[in-house]
């Protein structure tokens, strides 16, 4: 089992910057992604951006240019730095862990979710 417990979320005006962080424990050895989505009343959780273990990003068209992604490895954590946030951007934020599950036990992966941290963007 992985646990992730997510800090940083907040009110915030139009313009403003937050940094959210992630923490990750427990069982966290192959863990081949982490990342953060969020999520509106009535509407799907979507995907924000992403981090591999290699360090390769991804991000969705909404927040390029404005979010950056990183990671620690050592400390086994994300972080999402919000810049230039807009009043869309209120969600909650939930951090993501994609594990590999080892062969011997039937492979594949598995999906660790935090239990999510309100971001909310006045205007």
């Known amino acids: 089992q992985v646990l992730l417990v997510e800090s940083g979320g907040g009110l915030v005006q139009a313009g403003e910057s937050l940094r959210l962080s992630c923490a990750a424990s427990?069982?966290?050895?192959?863990?081949?992604?982490m990342g953060w989505h969020r999520q509106t009343p009535g509407n799907q959780r979507e995907l924000v951006a992403a981090?591999?273990?290699?360090?390769?990003?991804n991000y969705a068209d909404s927040v390029k240019g404005r979010f950056t992604i990183s990671r620690d490895n050592a400390k086994n954590a994300v972080y999402l730095q919000m810049d230039s946030l807009k009043p869309e951007d209120t969600a909650v934020y939930y951090c993501n862990a994609v594990q590999a599950i080892p062969t011997y036990m039937g492979g594949g992966q598995r999906n660790y979710w935090g239990q999510g941290t309100q971001v909310t963007v006045s205007s």
């Open positions: 981090i591999s273990s290699g360090g390769s990003t």
């Open positions: 427990g069982s966290i050895r192959s863990i081949l992604a």
